[in-house]
């Protein structure tokens, strides 16, 4: 199956959020009907944000993990995770929960 979406969420020291915004994604984008993959950038966290994306694998399978082991700031991570996108469309996200979610059917009718 070809991934038609992907979407980039950008993941630093962000416990409070992490499994909210993963499955707030996973939601909107099941609502697309269209093959997708999350890529959860994990930008050198020093909380429990990588444990948090870790358990989530086990149940999201559209889930995946980049780990970078430093923080290099947000632009390296961004950039990182669009060369991982495997998708013809590709979405970024920060993991703070700051980005209406629900604005990406919006967006992807327009595409």
Known sequence: MCVKVSLIALFYNEECS??????????VLRSLGVP?????IQNGSTDHTPEILAGLTKEIPELRILKIPVNRGAGYGA????????????????????VDLQSI??????M
């Open 18 to 27: 992490a499994e909210a915004v993963i499955r707030e994604v996973r939601d």
């Open 36 to 40: 997708f993959e999350i890529v959860a």
């Open 79 to 98: 950039v990182r995770g669009w060369y991982e996108a495997k998708a013809e469309y590709v979405i970024g996200v920060s993991g703070d929960g700051q």
């Open 105 to 110: 059917p919006r967006m992807f009718e327009l």
